[in-house]
């Protein structure tokens, strides 16, 4: 029997969820996440964060696994950093779904679990610097969702009028992202059993 192996990843901002480019160009330009760590070979990232995204990212070399995990029912939640402080009405738009442009075509979210963060979250430092505050305030929510469309949460609060301008995945089903710090990677017996998919209380 295969003896797999399952990885926690806080992926840094700037670096592409995959291990290598066909395309020459990207090859040269962009950083990925073979250039992290030394993984196996068959290791595969379960779901994806875009380039500018940060966080939690599960890898595993388990083909079973990552199904699992990319189900419906288990719940992703984000950090988001907004530009400026998003009103009731808001919260509401996003807690109850709504329009986004999906592969050219709209798409109506799913409802989420929204809330605004009292405190900014103590996250290490980007890379880039996010946008001075001369140019109005900024503010944190929480978003859980359980589906994963191509940048989801940055639509999502774009259509609700409050742009992202840091997203920070801290959670997937019942794993944090806890004091993890970018480019860290932990290797792990097992991710997620089946009956814990889902744990939405914070970390101690």
């Known amino acids: 029997m295969t003896e797999h192996r ?48 940060e966080g939690l990212l599960l890898l595993t070399t388990d083909g079973r696994v990552s ?19 998003p ?23 799913l409802p989420a679990r929204v809330r605004r963060l009292e405190q900014a979250p103590d996250f290490p430092a980007r890379g880039r610097k996010i946008r001075d505050e ?7 929510v929480s978003i859980i969702v359980t589906e994963g469309k191509f940048r989801q949460v940055r639509k999502m609060t ?5 742009p992202t301008l840091r997203l920070v995945r801290v959670r997937v089903g019942s794993i944090w ?15 997620m059993p089946p009956d814990a998919a889902n744990e939405d209380n914070e970390p101690e």
């Not at 009103?87 to 798409?107: F, K, M, N, P, W």
């Not at 774009?158 to 409050?162: F, L, P, Q, S, T």
């Open 158 to 162: 774009a259509a609700a009028g409050y």
């Open 134 to 140: 001369r140019h109005g305030p900024t503010s944190w």
């Open 67 to 85: 199904e699992r995990i990319r189900r419906k029912d288990v719940e992703k939640e984000y950090y988001a950093q907004v530009d400026g402080v």
């Open 6 to 53: 399952h990885f926690l990843l806080y992926k840094p901002f700037g670096y592409l969820s995959q291990f290598m480019s066909n395309n020459a160009r990207e090859a040269r330009k962009k950083k990925f996440l073979g250039d992290l760590h030394d993984f196996p070979a068959e290791t595969m990232a379960v779901g994806r964060l875009d380039e500018h995204s």
């Open 177 to 191: 992202l806890t004091d993890m710090q970018p480019g860290e990677v932990r290797e792990m017996p097992e991710l």
């Open 87 to 109: 009103t009731d009405e808001a919260i509401r738009q996003l807690q109850e779904g709504l329009e986004i442009a999906h592969r050219s075509v709209l798409y109506q979210t």
